[in-house]
């Protein structure tokens, strides 16, 4: 709420958000930290004196930014740094310093980066892919029109779709949606999941929204299922990072 927060080891220092507004997103891609709040983002870096210095990006769209837009969301990709907001992705070139803008007709629920690709979902329209800074839709099916997709992974077979309630697909390059069974489906469709990752062990974690997490092997099978009784200081896992 206050602005972005770093932390040494020892002691904690907070360095306002630029325009006084919430942050939403941070993201550290090499020596800068890029953050994205109401009606702005850009980046920080580290002064000859230890202190972050801010330098805004959104300011050099002139006027470009819409009215009450705020930035949820930025991945990295290659030299690309993406900003997304729930109307539009800027996706900006760190190395041209030259921005692209990808506009919505409705609103973009989240963006997601696989191994080779960048992919968004648009309510009532379904899953997009970035190629060449343009959006090209990749499946307009209803069960991503209608579903609220959580993350996206790629793998030898496609992509594979984690949905908030529906459960997991796969979606192969001929557009053929099939569904990933696994060992704890009821668990994936009865509970409302907000988070998920693949590990490097290519283990799958799920955070859902109060039923705890849920870890499957790669043979699908359940590892683990962490709820408040076995240590967890909440039921709801709203983000998941390995480590």
Known sequence: NEGLL???GSSWSLYPSPNETILRSVKVINDRIYTGCYMEFGYWKKQ??????????SKTLKGKIIDDEQFWNILHYDKWVIFQSLNRIYIYDS???KFSIISAKNTITKAFKTTNSIYFQCANEGLFEIENGKSKLISGDL????????????TTDGLLIQTQQKGMFTLNSQNKITKYTTEVDAFLEESS???CEMLSDGSLAFGSVSNGIIIINKERKLKYHLTQNKGLSNNTTLSMLED
């Open 6 to 8: 770093e932390f040494n």
């Open 48 to 57: 000859p004196n230890g202190q972050l210095h801010y330098t805004s990006l």
């Open 95 to 97: 190395v041209l310093k």
């Open 143 to 154: 069960l991503f029109k209608n579903n609220r997709i959580v993350n996206v992974f790629s």
């Open 193 to 195: 999941i907000y988070s």
